[in-house]
């Protein structure tokens, strides 16, 4: 994998920020769009724009096929058995709220349970306290290990006859944690539940295959993996999909509107009520095509050495707290510096250039779990570089001089 | 940019030494109040008699920025009149704002108006100045 020739296709790292060459580390929060991408937004503007699905006309057909056609493409990435089981939505966030809307509050009642973990995203944490709240449900948590991992024992512990989901993320955005979301998928279905998997920070790192994970959902966001912002899709078998009731309604949907009475389209159409992110989509299309010309599995081996190298050099650091396992975690690094607070962490480091995280990344009980009000985080792509480790290293070692004397 | 524009000596005084922190036993109202993008919280105790600010102290965790804030605001309250403090409320917005204000009260905040530059922090600034105009909004009301 040429670092180098992939870098040239993002424009936006070409750039100096306070007298500094960017150096870009906040991949998980979004990754930046390589040319082709804004190409093909930019190219579905000036020359195929219409509405989909409607017109008649030869820029509505264009429309509509760039439109499927990205679903189509969206159904191989994932290995979906067809392109029926694609709903788009905004992102991650929408399509778990689609699930936890539609499908668990048809199913879920008094005295059954939801079973997610500690280490969840804000949004596949706060969908499940409603959809409890609204059906009477328990939420349930499988306990974190020491190191923020879980272990199937727990997890067989926790999912009883009476839990009707199991949710987890398959990467998180804090620990970096790879969670074995296969086997808990087994695990939820020998207790008669249906598996969701968070694909917000797995999408862009790994070769995800939906068939051979035997999830029933699947969400994911595109501006996490190249691809435009307000756009993801929820993955559904379409055995569970075609079952499941819309929760917005309009254009798009329907299939016959009576005065007192509708009925829908099929699955997927059912969910996307109202003009779809056409251009989202087409975006989201050619940053897969982006990805699967490099290689999801390139991709992954350059992160795993960048977040082992990062690791190294991080732990070197006098004062430093490195959260979550050594080992087995996707490309991030989330940190604290002794008696210094993350944002002025942040802060210190954008004076360098240096683009990092800072706060609870959405994660307030898992923030609770690790008693810190908030860390600093640096998340790796594939455009990032050793070179890039070793300054961010070495600007922390500044920063922790700058404020030891401050404050010392 | 320099770190030294923001984080001038004086901040990093009341950073490491701030002023009134703890909690009263005597208070007349306590707010608590978050800054959602981090998740740093403080909770901002006053006594007030007869329309006017007697004491405060603040409690909580933060940045720097937030923390040396809450300090100088304590400081400067104490013996303001409600208009008084809402007036010093109003100022600091004014200097986050990158208008020229003077603190003759006390100059240490002016120290804070570096903050300006960078956006993203002036929510850690503002968090104790909003705690007290929420609470100063409460006695009003009650």
């Known amino acids: 994998m040429n670092v180098n020739a992939i870098r040239e296709q993002f424009p936006i790292l070409h750039q100096e920020i306070n007298g500094h060459p960017l150096v870009y580390l906040d991949s998980a929060a979004t990754s930046q769009k390589p040319r082709s991408v804004i190409d093909a937004v930019k190219r579905y503007y000036e020359w195929d724009n219409a509405n989909v699905h409607r017109g008649v006309h030869t820029l509505g057909s264009r429309a509509t096929e760039g439109y499927e056609a990205a679903r189509a493409k969206v159904a191989a990435f994932l290995n979906a058995s067809s392109e029926e089981?694609?709903?788009?939505?905004?992102?991650?966030?929408?399509?778990?709220?689609?699930?936890?809307?539609?499908?668990?509050?048809?199913?879920?009642?008094?005295?059954?349970?939801?079973?997610?973990?500690?280490?969840?995203?804000?949004?596949?944490?706060?969908?499940?306290?409603?959809?409890?709240?609204?059906?009477?449900?328990?939420?349930?948590?499988?306990?974190?290990?020491?190191?923020?991992?879980?272990?199937?024992?727990?997890?067989?512990?926790?999912?009883?006859?009476?839990?009707?989901?199991?949710?987890?993320?398959?990467?998180?955005?804090?620990?970096?944690?790879?969670?074995?979301?296969?086997?808990?998928?087994?695990?939820?279905?020998?207790?008669?539940?249906?598996?969701?998997?968070d694909g917000a920070q797995s999408t862009p790192h790994l070769k995800v295959d939906v068939q051979d994970l035997d999830c029933d959902f699947y969400a994911f966001s595109a501006h996490k993996m190249c691809g435009p912002t307000g756009i993801g899709a929820l993955y559904g078998?379409?055995?569970?999909?075609?079952?499941?009731?819309?929760?917005?309604?309009?254009?798009?949907?329907?299939?016959?509107?009576?005065?007192?009475?509708?009925?829908?389209?099929?699955?997927?159409?059912?969910?996307?009520?109202?003009?779809?992110?056409?251009?989202?989509?087409?975006?989201?299309?050619?940053?897969?095509?982006?990805?699967?010309?490099?290689?999801?599995?390139?991709?992954?081996?350059?992160?795993?050495?960048?977040?082992?190298?990062?690791?190294?050099?991080?732990?070197?650091?006098?004062?430093?707290?490195?959260?979550?396992?050594?080992?087995?975690?996707?490309?991030?690094?989330?940190?604290?510096?002794?008696?210094?607070?993350?944002?002025?962490?942040?802060?210190?480091?954008?004076?360098?250039?240096?683009?990092?995280?800072?706060?609870?990344?959405?994660?307030?009980?898992?923030?609770?779990?690790?008693?810190?009000?908030?860390?600093?985080r640096a998340s790796f792509y594939l455009y990032n570089t050793e070179e890039e480790i070793d300054r961010l290293a070495a600007s922390l070692q500044r920063t922790k001089e700058f404020f030891g004397h401050a404050i010392g | 940019m320099q770190l030294d524009d923001l984080y001038r000596r004086v901040i990093m005084d009341h950073y490491k030494n701030p002023r009134n922190r703890g909690t009263l036993d005597n208070e007349s109202v306590t707010i608590n109040l978050n800054n959602p993008t981090c998740g740093d919280r403080i909770a901002l105790q006053l006594q007030i008699e007869d329309g006017k600010v007697i004491d405060a102290k603040f409690s909580g965790e933060g940045c720097s920025i937030s923390l040396s804030s809450a300090s100088m605001m304590t400081q400067v309250v104490k013996g303001k009149t409600y208009e008084q403090a809402l007036e010093l409320a109003e100022r600091f917005s004014a200097l986050m704002k990158g208008e020229e204000v003077e603190f003759e009260e006390l100059e240490d905040i002016e120290a804070l108006s570096g903050v300006n530059k960078f956006p993203a922090r002036i929510k850690c600034a503002t968090l104790s100045w909003n705690a007290l105009r929420k609470g100063i909004e409460q006695q009003q009301q009650s």
Not at chain 1, 100 to 122: F, K, L, Q, W
Request: glycine share 8%; net charge negative.
């Open chain 1, 237 to 376: 078998k379409k055995s569970i999909l075609s079952r499941m009731e819309p929760i917005e309604y309009g254009g798009e949907m329907i299939d016959f509107v009576e005065l007192y009475e509708s009925t829908w389209k099929d699955v997927p159409t059912r969910f996307e009520g109202g003009t779809p992110i056409i251009a989202g989509a087409i975006g989201l299309a050619a940053a897969i095509d982006f990805l699967q010309e490099i290689g999801l599995d390139h991709i992954h081996h350059h992160e795993q050495k960048l977040a082992a190298y990062a690791y190294e050099q991080l732990s070197a650091i006098d004062g430093i707290t490195i959260y979550g396992p050594k080992e087995g975690r996707v490309g991030l690094v989330t940190f604290n510096l002794d008696d210094v607070h993350p944002h002025d962490v942040a802060t210190a480091l954008d004076s360098e250039g240096i683009a990092v995280r800072a706060g609870h990344h959405c994660c307030q009980p898992l923030m609770r779990w690790l008693n810190v009000s908030s860390t600093a």
């Open chain 1, 85 to 197: 089981e694609i709903v788009f939505t905004r992102g991650t966030t929408a399509a778990i709220n689609l699930v936890a809307s539609s499908y668990a509050r048809s199913v879920c009642g008094e005295g059954d349970e939801i079973v997610i973990t500690p280490m969840e995203h804000h949004s596949n944490l706060i969908p499940w306290q409603q959809a409890a709240k609204a059906t009477g449900a328990t939420l349930k948590y499988i306990p974190l290990q020491s190191d923020g991992t879980i272990s199937l024992a727990d997890v067989e512990a926790t999912v009883t006859s009476r839990t009707k989901v199991v949710s987890m993320t398959y990467a998180s955005n804090v620990l970096g944690v790879i969670n074995p979301v296969k086997e808990v998928a087994a695990i939820a279905h020998r207790n008669g539940a249906v598996m969701v998997v």
